[in-house]
């Protein structure tokens, strides 16, 4: 199963943006414990951005994107939101979502999920 990230395109800094997430084909069994959104700039990691949890819906964030970034979702639609406000030229990278089907590891951490996107780029000119 492969996750399918849209919504992403080039805006000027302080400008919003809505990112979707649905799966390409088929749909997570009951048991998927959360999604979440990571971002990779050109030359550097991937970094953590949001994740939530599946059934609990609660929210997790890294300070660099806090009180500006929001994730939600809709059960009904299988589908994850980001919504990015205010957004920066350091805003800019690939922004990938990704789910994780169990508790074990850290939220925060691609290592724990075991789904992935191709990602959808997001620009911030300044």
Do not use: H
Not at 4 to 21: D, E, H, K, T, W
Not at 43 to 59: D, M
Request: proline share 6%.
């Amino acid at each position: 199963v492969q996750l399918q990230a849209s919504g992403g395109g080039l805006v000027q800094a302080g400008a919003s943006l809505r990112l979707s997430c649905a799966p390409s084909e088929g749909t997570f069994n009951p048991s998927t414990y959360a999604r979440a959104w990571f971002r990779q700039a050109p030359g550097k990691g991937r970094e953590f951005v949001a994740a939530i949890t599946w059934l609990g819906g609660n929210p997790y964030y890294p300070d660099s994107v806090k009180g500006r970034f929001t994730i939600s979702k809709d059960n009904a639609k299988n589908t994850m939101y980001l919504y990015a406000d205010s957004l920066e030229p350091a805003d800019t990278a690939i922004y990938y979502c990704a789910a994780k089907r169990t508790k074990t590891g850290n939220i925060r951490s691609e290592g724990a999920y075991d789904y992935w996107g191709p990602g959808t780029q997001v620009t911030v000119s300044s």
